[in-house]
Each structure stands twice: as C-alpha cells, then as structure tokens.
C-alpha cells in the first residue's frame, strides 16, 4: 500500500504555494522606502523570502498580527471575566498543565534591547 501517485504534490506545484499573508489580487503600489539593508537581507533570509519586497510584506503581516493580539490581550487585561465566564473557565480540564517540568529555567527571561 503505497501514497497514491496523485496525493504527491510536486516542487513546481509548491512554488505556486503563496508564502503566509501574501494575497493573490491585492492592489499593490510601487513605494520607496529607506532602510538598513543588512536587516533588509537579514529578514529576507529568515523568512526564505524570494524579494525584499515580499519579505517586507511578510514582516508587516505578523507586526499587524501581533499588535492586534497585544491589543486584544490589554483590552481584556483592563475588563476582568463576568462570574459566568470565570465559571466557565473553572470547569477546564487543566490536568495536564499540572506537570514537574521548571519552565522558568528551561526558558530564562532574556533582556531585549529593543
């Protein structure tokens, strides 16, 4: 029993594949930007990008993303659970998070410059 020969998606079909937050028929216009251009290739290689262009688009995606969920994570922060949710939340199975593993040491808090 083996993979069938039409499940297997070859490399070309894979460079179709847009990479994540790219869209297809997004209005896109020409700008020009300044900027430091060994982040700009930094970037570029983490990311596997094919352009700067699209690892710039890449970056701005997850920035977005990430400051709405700061955004939605203060806004709950400020208006605490009503008693129903709080409740709701108490009947969680939390079994499994109850484990010996030290996080904190496994995962020290690291300064950031930034």
Known sequence: MGIARESLVSAAQLDRIPPYGCMSGMAREKVTITLDR??????????????TSEAIDLALDRLIGAERLRRDIAAYSRVPPTGPEGAIALQADTS???????????????????
């Open 38 to 51: 060994a982040k700009a290739d930094q970037a570029r290689a983490l990311l596997a990008a094919r352009s």
């Open 96 to 114: 499994d998070l109850a484990d010996e593993t030290d996080w904190e040491a496994l995962y020290p808090e690291v300064e950031s410059n930034h």
